[in-house]
T-cell receptor, first 114, second 115 residues
């Protein structure tokens, strides 16, 4: 148990659906992250939030919309996705977002877009 | 393009064999270096990290890694592996630009240790 919980664990959606991924951390951290892990590709950083402010958007398409209502919760809203968006989406948190900090990862949401 | 490279995608060893997993990065300047591990069915977790000081870093479970600046490398080593070391290992770097943690991962190396 890392203290970072992601729901749902699995999600299947059509290209016209709207769904949301949820991440919650119980570690008192101030920085949260979304990563995408596709088959046979390195983990890709998508978004970084520090103190509920988005500080990094790594050229992610607008069909992915993050939301950080408070320092414990992070959402990823999905709409009109493509089949190539199927992947494991990992949430992580760290103390303050400094470059030498350890990241604590959740178990991920396995997303399939049909 | 600037990146993190892990040389081996799959490694198979017998118990008690020595392990070295290669990692090279292409960023100049001061970087922070990490190895993360994902055991079967578990989440990613930190194995060890380097950001300053002694370039030989010791982590959990008998792992160590050596930062060689001139070679842009941060190879992971363990003198004698166990079956329980079967996992996927990821090298990661935070580049020297930007003030926030923008961890860039390698593609990972799957290690299988046979009894």
């Amino acid at each position: 148990e890392t203290g970072v919980t992601q729901t749902p664990r699995h999600l299947v959606m059509g290209m016209t659906n709207k769904k949301s991924l949820k991440c919650e951390q119980h570690l008192g951290h101030n920085a949260m992250y979304w990563y995408k892990q596709s088959a046979k590709k390195p983990l890709e950083l998508m978004f970084v939030y520090s103190l509920e402010e988005r500080v990094e958007n790594n050229s992610v398409p607008s069909r992915f919309s993050p939301e950080c209502p408070n320092s414990s919760h992070l959402f990823l809203h999905l709409h009109t996705l493509q089949p190539e968006d199927s992947a494991l989406y990992l949430c992580a948190s760290s103390q303050n977002g400094s470059p030498n900090e350890k990241l604590f990862f959740g178990s991920g949401t396995q997303l399939s877009v049909l | 393009a600037q990146s993190v490279s892990q040389h081996n995608h799959h490694v198979i060893l017998s118990e008690a064999a020595s392990l070295e997993l290669g990692c090279n990065y292409s960023y100049g300047g001061t970087v922070n270096l990490f190895w993360y591990v994902q055991y079967p069915g578990q989440h990613l977790q930190l194995l060890l990290k380097y950001f300053s000081g002694d370039p030989l870093v010791k982590g959990i479970k008998g792992f160590e890694a050596e930062f060689i600046k001139s070679k842009f490398s941060f190879n992971l080593r363990k003198p004698s592996v166990q079956w329980s070391d079967t996992a996927e290992y990821f090298c990661a770097v935070t580049p020297p630009f930007g003030g926030y943690n923008k961890l860039i991962f390698g593609a990972g190396t799957r290690l299988a240790v046979h009894p």
